[in-house]
């Protein structure tokens, strides 16, 4: 059935729960939640959604945006917002929704995104904050961490910080901003203190890229490697494997947006 009526949805959730944005057989995603509480609260209208990115289980967002096709319109986008948020649940919200047209294409139409990967380190954390932050209880190079956050930045080949790439693949990504900055993002009395926050924006990522980027930068604050084989691992035709992978629940999509 073809659309008559389009519109951007702006949302935010807690991944902690889900098993990523994407739906799969028998279990509990981001993208299954939404359609579900969509349908509750359009009854028998037909719609579609698609989702501008895809998060992996525990991820979070503070900003996403996912396409809504309809045949009929929404009749008052404020009363439509307040009836949706009602039916999601507590860890899912609507920022906002605004018509667009046909001629948007979601998954094509360039994107900018920012990551963040909220970490501390040195000392075992309130077990509250798990779902918000990862804790690592090494003793880490921070200086040296962040030197490595800025050899990121710039065109690099990632082949080797995504699994199992096609032969075919274009790994080539541009790096727009890459640091470690104090945790300024979100805060909460169980928080450990201090805390860290690892920014990346780029207009485009590969599964599992940031947090093996992170995973990078751990092996450096833990001197497992040095700046010599970070910059080497970005060159093409490198072949090893890098298999730690940081984890999820520090990672949060904090914003999307899409150029003119």
Known sequence: MKASFYYLVHIQYLGYRFHGWAKQPNVKTVHYMIDRTLTFVMGQQWFKTLGASRTDAMVSANHAVFELFLKEPIEDIEVFTAQFNKNLPADIKALKIEATDRHFNIINTPKHKEYIYLFA??????PFSSPFISTFQ???DLDLMKQGAKIFKGDHDFRAYTKKPAQEKVTTRKIERSEIVPNEYHQASFFPNPSYAYVVQGKGFMRNQIRMMMGQLLRLGRHEIDLDYLQYSLKTGFDEHLSEVAPASGLV????????
């Open 121 to 126: 380190f040195g000392q075992k954390a309130h």
């Open 138 to 140: 090494d003793e880490l």
């Open 253 to 260: 999509l904090n914003e999307v947006s899409f150029e003119q």
